[in-house]
């Protein structure tokens, strides 16, 4: 696991708001990933704001690899913004429409300004 510096806290989305960022991808030698959100050694993620809570996932649905950071945020489900597939966040990700799919939700931290994201997967 290591953590990361994702954005300072006034770049936070507001309370019902979606927010993406980019980070550095590391990864290990000879490991191959495939993810439609990775380009140029950049990865994204999103941020999501639910009531004041942040919640943090890779920006792309496990469905179609879309990009989540265009769907929508009601209460603590995200939609989608291609097939319209809803995450709830408030429940570890869980999607409502299929039991295979999940948001991958990393594990965050606020400290003075700044906003840091732990990566299990790097």
Known sequence: MAEYRLCSVDQLPQPGK??????DALHPPGLQLYMANMAEGKRRFVAF???????????????????LAGGTLNGSVVTCPWHFWQFDLGDGGRCLLADWAK????????????????LEDV
Request: with cysteine; charged share 20%.
């Open 49 to 67: 704001n639910v009531d004041g809570k942040l919640h943090v996932a890779n920006d792309m649905c496990p469905h179609q690899a879309a990009s």
């Open 18 to 23: 979606i927010s993406v960022f980019t980070l």
């Open 103 to 118: 948001l991958k939700l990393y594990k965050t931290r606020i400290e003075g300004s700044d906003v840091f994201v732990t």
